[in-house]
């Protein structure tokens, strides 16, 4: 299989500019005064500019965070390179992502799309996808239980460790005609909510460091209510960004999902994707920033009326450790091949297009060994 390279071009800084200069992107990113409150942040502010100049071919995408400038040239020069312009708010929600005219297999979408109409063939993916999740939040409990001397708190990751090995048994136990059963898919949909409950209950067994600073209580979103939410929801920005990258690239629909229900502007199917990649890839490289003290209560702020934000340094920080952490190689027990964290997405994207092709009988989630 030929390498995939996943370059992604993160603009964090208020009031970037990026134009066009032949083959290139010109960028300049301002630099502000410390003192200076992240909404007064416009280009009239700058006591400075970096600039940089990025081949266009280095290129796979960019990420654009809040209120960033790209010039019309140099969207189309993106268009012509296949390279997806993606706008996201301070938080990592997607507000629109552009692209040029796709090249894309009509045979492989109409596959999908009667797969997606299809409530069987619905409820057989997320049940595979639901387990990989879920196999994936045991083995990271499994690994924090294993790793702890107290013994308070080895019972407490264990306990959650079980409850998650009894979902995946009884994923295991469903048969065809269950699967076709009306209302199939919300049962389905209620177990990882069941699970979840499980998972998130136990995560804070799993930080060793700065506990008081990152105490988690309950997910929450849209904004964040406090700084662990925060750097999850970020990360899981990043992670849903490169699974649409994945699936547009290979001809799939990426909001056309089989777990998650259809919503306008909502990626349906690269929230499915990233559901097994979600506990070994964005909520273990979380614990590990704050663990190693890589980030820390000073990489936020509060803003009015509740919500957390990373500084625009926390930010930077983060980003640069999600692409290290894809720099890294791991098995894939399908392939029986290293390849980069990078490219899982992709190759996750290939086994589902095959799945819907009816190449193989299921669905064959990540589970790292």
Sequence with gaps: MPEIQQNTLYLTTPASYVAR?????????????????????????????????????????????????????????????????????????????????????????????????????????ARQMIAGKLQNARNSLLRAARESEISNLKSQLTEATDALARQIEDLGRWAPAELAAPGALDTLRGAEGMAAVAYFGAFNGLLKQQQAGFAFTTRSRRPPRDRINCLLSFLYALVRHDCVSALTSIGLDPFVGFLHAERPNRPALALDLMEEFRPWLADRLAVTLINRQQVGPDDFRLREGGAVEFTDAGRKRVITAYQQRKQETLNHPLLDQNLRIAQLPFVQARVLARHLRCDIADYLPFVPK
């Design 21 to 125: 200069d032949h083959l290139t992107l010109q960028v300049e990113v301002p630099v502000y005064p410390d003192d200076l409150a992240p909404e007064e942040r416009t280009r009239d502010k700058a006591k400075d500019w970096r600039k940089l100049s990025v081949p266009i071919h280095h290129l796979e995408s960019i990420c654009a965070f809040g209120p960033v400038t790209i010039s019309p040239p140099a969207l189309d020069l993106c268009w012509e390179h296949g390279v997806a312009v993606n706008y996201l708010n301070e938080w990592g929600r997607l507000h629109a992502r552009m692209t040029g005219v796709a090249d894309t297999s009509v045979t492989l979408r109409r596959a999908q799309f009667r797969a997606a109409d299809d409530p069987a063939r619905c409820a057989a993916i």
